[in-house]
């Protein structure tokens, strides 16, 4: 089993910046993917940023220019750095990953989630 942990989430004003981090432990052999993810009130899930094992990463065009996604591979952790803050990225921010555990297959896995408000 593994278990994702999100840290860094809290209250900012608009314009300020946070740092989220999420940390993967358990039964892993190595990473392909990981990613934030979000989640408003009445609306449904949506990516942020994604990260493979290579450094490759993919944006959401909302936070281009502001958000920027890393990873320690050597700690199995993923990274958001949030600059630029708005109102409207107040949303739980959930971690992702896809985890080898031994087999030809990943399993994706979630975190559970980390609150974001930004305050105007």
């Known amino acids: 089993q593994v278990q994702l942990v999100e840290s860094g989430g809290g209250l900012v004003q608009a314009g300020g910046s946070l740092r989220l981090s999420c940390a993967a432990s358990g039964s892993i052999t190595s990473i392909n993917h990981m990613g934030w993810y979000r989640q408003a009130p009445g609306k449904q899930r949506e990516l942020v940023a994604t990260?493979?094992?290579?450094?490759?990463?993919n944006y959401a065009d909302f936070v281009k220019g502001r958000f920027t996604i890393s990873r320690d591979n050597a700690k199995n952790t993923v990274y958001l750095q949030m600059n630029s803050l708005k109102p409207e990225d107040t949303a739980v921010y959930v971690c992702?990953?896809?985890?080898?555990?031994?087999?030809?297959?990943?399993?994706?896995?979630w975190g559970q989630g980390t609150q974001v408000t930004v305050s105007s």
């Open positions: 990260i493979t094992s290579s450094g490759n990463t």
């Open positions: 992702n990953a896809g985890v080898y555990s031994g087999s030809y297959y990943y399993t994706d896995y």
